[in-house]
């Protein structure tokens, strides 16, 4: 497809029990970001991927949160233990490099819900 | 205080009207300013992008900046039903899409 895809579009799972969210990004794309957008607010950096490597991981909330893109294309983040409070969209995002916010490009989301 | 804030409505107007949204931020620091639009359950897409103080104009949508008030605004002329969506101010200091400031998002409504 042209644009940021992430699967699964929506996903609830039990407290305590480990999701995986992936997303593919736009063909060609080196940098990579994930987002969280909880209800009424505002999307909130994670992390953001240029090729492989984790360059700043400054907005992952805490050691549960982790994120890898082992190819440089396809991205997955992981969360240990969900808490109710990790319930949001997470959002990623790709754009040809780390250049100015005008060539970012979001996915649709993933909408995690923690019952 | 957040780093940016923005009121989250929900605003109505009629089809034809001219909207006007504002954030306004703390952080000195931002040079980068962006305005997005999010349609429900999709994720944002860029509408407009400005460095630095000035306006920015692009068919229907002025975006201004004013650095010294901290204030910044997106206007809509000739608003149409399809513009009914979320629309978020978004700031960073520097022009990497890495940490991003987003304000709440203001909802907006159109109506024929």
């Known amino acids: 497809g042209a644009g940021v895809s992430q699967t699964p579009s929506n996903k609830v799972t039990e407290k305590g029990k480990y999701v995986e969210l992936r997303c593919d990004p736009i063909s060609g794309h080196t940098a990579l970001y994930w987002y969280r957008q909880s209800l009424g607010q505002g999307p909130e950096f994670l992390i953001y991927?240029?090729?492989?490597?984790?360059?700043?991981d400054s907005g992952l909330p805490n050691d549960r949160f982790f994120a890898v893109r082992p190819e440089g294309s396809v991205s997955t983040l992981k969360i240990q233990r969900t808490e109710r409070g990790d319930s949001a969209v997470y959002l990623c995002?790709?754009?040809?490099?780390?250049?100015?916010?005008?060539?970012?490009?979001f996915g649709e989301g993933s909408w995690l819900t923690v019952v | 205080q957040k780093e940016v804030e923005q009121d989250p409505g929900p605003l109505s107007v009629p089809e034809g009207a001219i909207v006007s949204l504002n954030c306004t931020y703390s952080?000195?620091?931002?040079?980068?300013f962006m305005w997005y639009r999010q349609y429900s359950r999709k994720g944002p897409e860029l509408l407009m992008y400005?460095?630095?103080?000035g306006n920015k104009e692009d068919g229907r949508f002025t975006a201004q900046v004013d650095k010294s008030s901290k204030y910044i605004s997106l206007f809509i002329r000739d608003s149409q039903p399809s513009d009914s969506a979320t629309y978020l101010c978004a700031m960073s200091v520097g022009p990497g899409a890495n940490n991003l400031f987003f304000g709440t998002g203001t909802r907006l409504t159109v109506i024929p």
């Open positions: 400005t460095y630095s103080s």
């Open positions: 995002a790709s754009s040809l490099n780390r250049g100015a916010g005008n060539t970012i490009y």
């Open positions: 952080n000195s620091a931002f040079q980068y």
């Open positions: 991927f240029q090729g492989t490597g984790a360059a700043d």
